[in-house]
């Protein structure tokens, strides 16, 4: 991507946490390196268009962090920093590398987290309600002026708690990005595309069903798209796989300036090349070493691996 390309590329506003997370698989671990929904994403959309962060981290979140965000092109203004500690996760994998098993989570300043926009950043085309209370997500919708596309994210936890105020966002977003599991959880069907089909219903225009190293299926109501993983026979840590997929999509999508049929088939590769080289070490060690030849290799490589000829 030539830097013409990347001044024409439209910003995208991520909306989510920032943390410090201390996390072990078989194959190694970690102690309070960077993490967060919007780390994640505002790092994998910087590949493809300017990323604005809104967040919130405590006194004692490095500054080395910071520095690194910031030289991904990360714009910074909606990160403040509050009296208290950071937003911290510890959690492990075992060999099923699919299920996160949570060893603590300490909310701490992000308890308080209240997401208020800077003036400019309430113009911003794009928009990613990364996985965080709904209400909040309602606020930040309620800030941001005729943008061009939405998407959000959730989790079991707010569909087991606030089902209610999940859909009132469903209803107010362009896209809806969730696993399999909270699909049915949220809507009560057990087949996989009836439940994103009953999404569909809640208001979005896009239903994106993330399904981990399986890929990912993406609904409207006159398309459908299924998109493989990337096969890796390396995984070293999946925490922030999911967010990176989004945070990919969206800076496609913010980059082309489009968000037809294809353009999302399109930004839905993105996201699943740029989450399998998230899941190849641990934070965000790879993405922040990643080359754009890298990026552009691999989706080639997806073309490649899935591509037939008619009988």
């Known amino acids: 991507m030539s830097d013409e390309d990347e001044g024409k590329a439209a910003p995208v506003l991520v909306v989510g946490s920032v943390a410090l997370d201390s ?28 990323p604005r962060i809104v967040a919130v981290v405590g006194q004692d979140f490095p500054q080395g962090h910071v520095a690194a965000l910031a030289e991904r092109g990360v714009d910074l203004s909606g990160l403040r920093r ?4 950071t937003f911290r996760w510890t959690g492990y994998y075992e060999y099923d590398l699919n299920q996160a098993h949570t060893v603590s989570t300490e909310l701490n300043v992000f308890a308080n987290f209240r997401p208020e926009l800077p003036e400019n950043y309430r113009h911003s085309p794009y928009v990613f309600l990364a996985n965080i209370d709904p209400v909040l997500q ?3 919708l309620d800030q941001v002026r005729r943008p061009r596309l939405v998407a959000c994210d959730t989790m079991n936890y707010w569909i087991e708690s606030a089902p209610d105020k ?30 994103a089909r009953r999404v569909l219903e809640y208001g979005p225009g896009v239903v994106i069903v993330k399904k981990g190293e399986h890929g990912a299926v993406m609904l409207s109501a006159d398309s459908y798209f299924t998109a493989p993983g990337y096969p890796l026979e390396e995984v070293r840590d999946p925490t922030g796989a999911g967010d990176t997929f989004a945070g990919a999509l969206m800076g496609y999508l913010a980059r082309c300036g489009e968000c037809g049929d294809g353009e999302l088939r399109r930004a839905i590769i993105c996201g699943s090349v740029l989450a399998s080289f998230t899941v190849e070490d641990f934070s965000l060690r790879r993405l922040f070493r990643l080359t754009p030849e890298e990026i552009a290799e691999r ?7 899935t591509r037939f000829d008619a009988l």
Do not use: C, K, W
């Not at 671990?29 to 493809?48: H, K, P, R, W």
């Not at 989706?299 to 691996?305: L, N």
């Open 166 to 195: 999940v859909r009132e966002v469903l209803a107010r977003v362009d896209v809806a990005l969730m696993n399999d599991a909270e699909a049915r959880q949220l809507t009560g069907e057990a087949n996989l595309i009836a439940a």
């Open 82 to 85: 509050s009296t208290g500690r």
């Open 299 to 305: 989706y080639h490589e997806i073309i490649r691996i």
């Open 23 to 50: 996390v072990r698989t078989p194959f190694g671990e970690v102690a309070e390196a960077l993490g967060g929904a919007a780390s994640y994403a505002s790092v994998a959309a910087s590949f493809f268009a300017p």
């Open 138 to 140: 309602l606020y930040v």
